[in-house]
């Protein structure tokens, strides 16, 4: 079936639990900002609309706006989270894999920081690093894994679509996969090392998708049953705010399950796929056939190949001062 531990994953996020507090901090903040905004929303809306006669209505488009403010706010600060939160993890994960003593506490996080400064000087590298990576992905997804990789029989299309939806969801941490190989490899120019970890993973491909779609089920699966845990508590707590908020309750306990996804379970699935890679790619070099067939077939790639060309040649030289 599957070829990863969750054992040894579960042993991962053990030895970096100063991380998985972190994480849990910086999510649950997310999610309680969620649920004050909304709630203050709703409030200043109830207090508006209750001029009229028409408070529930208020209260709606107050926390619908609420709602929309605080996604804004995470849209702004998105490039912040993959520098600090996800790839920082990553790299104390690989450092984990590699064998390599952490240090506890705070000093994790310090360690974590240093470590992607020194790939990845600025959080604008990072995020079109990794924009850049996931849109190969998406064009990989498309090129290999037609219908017949996975179901040898005629007459499924409405069934390869469903299992071509789920793949493409499972990219979502498989660009991690790949900024994972960057740090191990402690590469100066990160785009040449993005360019050798793609084609490492082309050559794996089914391997790698097997246990990504295993993953994403079961990653899903544990996200729904927290869902369900926080109804309850998510109704109780917008009943403390004016106006009808019960259809909010859901959307609260949705976004609480889906703080407790990217704060525990997804570090959890990265960390067991990252484990499939390494042991599966190991002794391997990137095949120059598909260097060619991506090149080929994706642009995304071409600019990954241009800017690794250009990472390392020579800085120019100054003009001669006249005199």
């Known amino acids: 079936m599957w ?50 006669d028409s408070p529930g209505t208020g209260a709606f488009w ?16 998105r490039e912040y989270l993959l520098y600090l939160v996800k790839a920082g993890h990553i790299a104390v994960l690989v450092e984990h894999m590699d064998g390599r003593e952490l240090p506890g506490g705070k000093g994790q996080i310090t360690y974590a920081q240093a470590i992607v400064k020194e790939r990845f000087t600025e959080m604008s590298v990072l995020f079109g690093f990794d924009r850049l990576i996931m849109g190969i992905l998406r064009r990989i997804n498309r090129m290999v894994m037609s219908l017949a990789n996975f179901l040898p029989i005629p007459g499924l299309q409405d069934l390869a679509r469903w299992v071509n939806k789920i793949l493409n969801v499972s990219l979502t941490y498989l660009d991690e996969i790949i900024l994972a190989y960057n740090f191990r490899t402690k590469a100066e120019n990160p785009w040449a090392s993005g360019q050798a970890a793609l084609i490492l993973y082309v050559q794996n491909y089914k391997v790698m998708l097997k246990n990504a779609v295993f993953l994403l089920l079961l990653m899903y699966a544990a996200t729904f049953v927290i869902f369900l845990i926080c109804l309850a508590p998510a109704a109780a707590i ?86």
């Not at 107050?62 to 600060?77: D, E, H, K, Q, R």
């Not at 990217?262 to 484990?275: N, Q, R, S, Y």
Request: glycine share 12%; proline share 5%; aromatic share 14%.
């Open 62 to 77: 107050g926390g619908l706006i609420g709602f929309g403010a605080v996604s804004a706010v995470l849209y702004w600060a």
């Open 3 to 52: 070829d990863f531990n969750i054992g040894k994953a579960v042993g991962a996020m053990l030895k970096t639990a100063p991380f998985i507090v972190f994480r849990m901090l910086v999510y649950l903040g997310i999610a309680v900002g969620y649920v004050l905004a909304v709630g203050i929303g709703a409030g200043i809306g109830y207090g508006v609309f209750s001029i009229g």
């Open 238 to 323: 917008l009943a403390v705010f004016p106006g009808s908020l019960g259809g909010w309750s859901f959307i609260m306990a949705l976004v609480f399950a889906w703080c407790f996804k990217l704060a525990l379970i997804e570090p959890l699935a990265v960390a067991a796929l990252m484990d499939v890679y390494f042991e599966t790619i190991e002794g391997q070099t990137p095949n120059a056939e598909w260097d060619e067939k991506l090149t080929a077939a994706s642009d995304k790639f071409r600019e990954l190949k241009d800017k690794a060309a250009a990472a390392l040649a020579p800085e120019p030289e100054a003009p001669p001062m006249s005199v």
